[in-house]
T-cell receptor, first 113, second 111 residues
Framework: DAGITQSPRHKVTETGTPVTLRCHQT?????MYWYRQDPGHGLRLIHY???????DKGEVSDGYSVSRSKTEDFLLTLESATSSQTSVYFC????????????FGSGTQLSVL | GENVEQHPSTLSVQEGDSAVIKCTYS??????FPWYKQELGKGPQLIID?????GEKKDQRIAVTLNKTAKHFSLHITETQPEDSAVYFC??????????FGTGTSLTVIP
């Protein structure tokens, strides 16, 4: 999957607990993204990064934070997980820059009980 | 922001027949339109894309057409095979901006 590794692949957690999802890329691309996928909504952008320590919000960023301390790693944190955050989360990279071809990881299935 | 609508949400075809999935977009400044195929348990994979300066693009059995005036683009799959069964997503973006995705079409190819 385009040199992208997401971890964990599956996680079950309880409401109110913090959760961190990790995305690792092997090719040092600047642009990295976090999406969530829900039935009837397609893929929606949560946050994105255009370099180390450079991040910005997407259309569904409430309840999520991100960090990028190294080019290869982009972390997504749910500070206090809620049932509405049960979803499949995908990391993506765009080697050509913002608005160019997106390549996705294999996803993380998160269940918040 | 951009709004991308995709139809139909489900599509069943007989093996060997053609399948067509349509998307419309709202922002006339959008200039890049990719299509993704997603198999069960996997991430979306880019299968074909088209830019606004091109009306049609083909790659073997798949093709994409773009009508900028009407603001719609379509994915065409000919001679469908069982391995084409998957969920397909369209998307739209403009240079330097984020992608907006359609809600997906679940395609089933019946052997």
């Amino acid at each position: 999957d385009a040199g992208i590794t997401q971890s964990p692949r599956h996680k079950v957690t309880e409401t109110g607990t913090p959760v961190t999802l990790r995305c690792h890329q092997t090719e040092n691309h600047r642009y990295m993204y976090w999406y969530r996928q829900d039935p009837g909504h397609g893929l929606r952008l949560i946050h994105y990064s255009y370099g180390v320590k450079d991040t910005d919000k997407g259309e569904v960023s409430d309840g999520y934070s991100v960090s990028r301390s190294k080019t290869e790693d982009f972390l997504l944190t749910l500070e206090s997980a809620t049932s509405s955050q049960t979803s499949v989360y995908f990391c993506a990279i765009s080697p050509g820059g913002a608005g160019e071809k997106l390549f996705f990881g294999s996803g993380t299935q998160l269940s918040v009980l | 922001g951009e709004n991308v609508e995709q139809h139909p949400s489900t599509l069943s075809v007989q093996e060997g027949d053609s399948a067509v999935i349509k998307c419309t977009y709202s922002d006339s400044a959008s200039n890049y339109f990719p299509w993704y195929k997603q198999e069960l348990g996997k991430g979306p994979q880019l299968i074909i894309d088209i830019r606004s300066n091109v009306g049609e693009k083909k790659d073997q059995r798949i093709a994409v057409t773009l009508n900028k005036t009407a603001k719609h683009f379509s994915l065409h799959i000919t001679e469908t095979q069982p391995e084409d069964s998957a969920v397909y997503f369209c998307a739209a973006s403009k240079t330097g901006n984020q992608f907006y995705f359609g809600t997906g079409t679940s395609l089933t190819v019946i052997p």
